[in-house]
């Protein structure tokens, strides 16, 4: 039987938002087991709570029941879903984006909108700016602890429908990959990309081959070099840059033991590209 929950948010750990979610969930069984993914996700910011999911999702158990708040729409229109990944996790979250990562890289095999009548906090109904607490908590609750059936939730939409943020996918014309660069693997500077191990192998390199890299800051090329693929930091020297594959399984781009975006001033997500090439 599940019992695992894990809760995201951004509201930080400042004041009493997050142990609202918690008495909840323990207000429906005391017996769940929570966890914290992240409450550090910048406001509002949707691509960061979608990213982190993608990081942790995969390896939980499956049946890992996953609430994730960041949600700049609360009240509005926008869909309250679960969704159940084909590795067998479920995700309660705002269809605002969340879901993107998860999708691409992982599949949802069923998305299930939530209904009020079903999955919301009683006598809250007349609250409209802590869905957090009052819907999401609270189904999250529901779903792990067996309370509910996933197939009770609410009524099935096709995924196809499901909110997908812009830049999910690079592109490939020829010998040549055009990615994204996410985010940075923040305490080093690293940039990971939204180029996947698989796409990248489709150029046929291999490791110790040099590789035409450019990133772009819209029209503007911030950095041009001939960088290794490698499979570790320590193939390259101290103070090297190198191309490799990360724990995420998609392209980064480091420095050994340096910190490469502030070396070349480089940011993440649009107007940011990276551009791949093998060496002639």
Known sequence: MRKLLVFQSDFGLSDGAVAAMY????????????????????????????????????????????????????????????????????????????????????????????????????????????HGRDIYAYTGALLASGRIAFEQIGKAYPPDEIVMLEGMFPLREGNTITGTIETLDVRFGSLWTNISRSAFEELGIQSGDLVDVSIFNGKTRAYRSFVEFSHTFADVQIGEPLLYINSMDHVALAINQGNFARAYNIGTRDPWRIVLTPKN
């Not at 709570?49 to 708040?69: H, I, K, M």
């Not at 700049?72 to 879903?81: A, E, I, K, L, M």
């Open 23 to 130: 008495g909840v969930a323990l207000s429906v069984d005391d017996s769940l087991r929570i966890y914290d993914l992240t409450h550090e996700i910048p406001p509002f910011d949707s691509f960061e709570a979608s990213y982190r999911l993608l990081q942790a999702v995969p390896y939980w158990p499956e049946g890992t029941v996953f609430v994730t708040v960041v949600d700049p729409g609360v009240g509005s229109t926008r869909r309250s879903c679960v969704a159940r990944t084909e590795s067998g996790q479920y995700i309660v979250t705002p269809d605002n984006g969340t879901l993107s990562h998860i999708r691409r890289v992982i599949g949802i095999q069923e998305v299930r909108e939530i209904s009020e009548e079903v999955g919301r906090r009683k006598n809250s109904e007349l609250s409209y700016t802590f």
